[in-house]
Structure formats: C-alpha cells, structure tokens
C-alpha cells in the first residue's frame, strides 16, 4: 500500500503540518503530490490527476497547508477500512466542517480526508467543481458560481450519487493554523505571528 498525499497550496505550508505529516507517515510508504499556482477547484482537480498517474497509490491523503495533524490519526482512519475517511476541525467562528442531515455525513471539509483510489476511479472528472452554488436553507443548487470554496460541497454530492459514504473519525479533531504577520522581514526577533482557531463549538446537524 501506498499513501499519495495531495497537498494544495497558495504557495506556502505551515512547518508544524510538515511535521505533523512527517510523524504520522513514518511507518509507511508515500508521496507527496504539493499543488501550487492554482486556484479552486482546479488545483484540487490536478493533484488527483497526478495522483492517479501513480499506479501504486492506493490510498489518497488530503492535508492543506494549514492543518496540524493529531498523532497517531493518519493510522486510526486507514484502520477504519472505509472509502471516505474525514477529520473534522475548525473554521472561522469554531464552526464545523462537516455537515451532517439525520445523522448522515452529506459533505467535509478536505483539510483531513482520507479517500480510496477507487472512488476517483469511479466517479469521472471533474471531481470538483465551484460553477453552482447552494442555498444553505433548502439545499437547492443555483446556477451561480461559488465565491469561495464549495467544491467540497459538490464532491459530497457527486460521493452519494455514485454510492459512497463518508465516515468521520470520531473523538480526533485537527488543528487549523493561522498567520497574523505573515510579512514580518528584517527584523532579529521575526518570528511570523501563528495562531490557531478555536476548537469546534457549533456543530452543524
């Protein structure tokens, strides 16, 4: 078995996800696919490309930039055996990515998902797409285009259209980094202000 670990990026990653990457991926085989220069959802949609060309990589990893990945999690999710393996963590306001309709996961945030070769196997390109939008009240798709993200959103569409579920890793929540000063230059004491957001609070059921 082999991990591919899709990375997209804006261009830079925080040191404490490689570190937290390196850590938990010590005792397997595994890739780094780093994607940068792309806007959403394209990049998302070339690291998979890449990740395919890979004809070992069983096992797809998302991490982005900014995650702090909890010992010991990348281990537990593989242990789970499941197609669709997600991690919740915190967004702006503490609130949660993943949503969730009598119970059952409708779509994540990809900051830390786990997702088997056979699904992008199964369902055919684009897998991710930010040409609609969602009216968050009723479900229903508009002919908008996102302003920001979604393809999440429309990849759990696409997941329980073709017959996949996700499953949560329950009990583990990463870590959502942030930078206050990120231009701080020429300066002994030049340590970038790193923060990370509040733990999840608001749940969305």
């Known amino acids: 078995m082999k991990i591919a670990v899709l990375l997209p990026s804006r261009g830079l ?11 938990n991926l010590k005792d397997y085989k595994w890739e ?26 069983d096992i797809f990893l998302w991490i982005e930039e900014d995650m702090i990945v909890p010992e010991g999690m990348v281990k537990k999710m593989l242990e789970m055996n499941k197609e669709v393996v997600c991690v919740d963590y915190p967004v702006a306001g503490g609130w949660s990515t993943i949503k969730k309709v009598n119970g059952e996961i409708q779509h994540c945030g990809l900051g830390c998902t786990l997702i088997k070769r056979k699904v ?20 229903e798709i508009l002919d908008i285009p996102m302003k920001y993200g979604g393809h999440d959103i429309f990849f759990g569409l696409k997941l329980k259209k073709y017959g996949f579920k996700i499953s ?28 990370k957001l509040e733990k999840i609070t608001k749940l969305q059921e």
């Open 32 to 57: 780094l696919i780093p994607i940068s220069g792309l806007p959403i959802p394209e990049a998302q949609n070339e690291a998979v490309k890449r990740a395919l060309r890979g004809l070992d990589n």
């Open 13 to 23: 990653v925080f040191l404490e996800t490689i570190r937290s990457l390196f850590e």
């Open 168 to 195: 949560q890793l329950e009990g583990v929540e990463c870590e959502h980094l942030r930078c206050s000063d990120l231009n701080r230059r020429e300066n002994n004491d030049g340590v970038y202000g790193i923060y």
């Open 120 to 139: 992008f196997e199964t369902i055919p390109e684009p897998w991710f797409e930010t040409n609609k939008s969602i009216r968050a009240e009723t479900g």
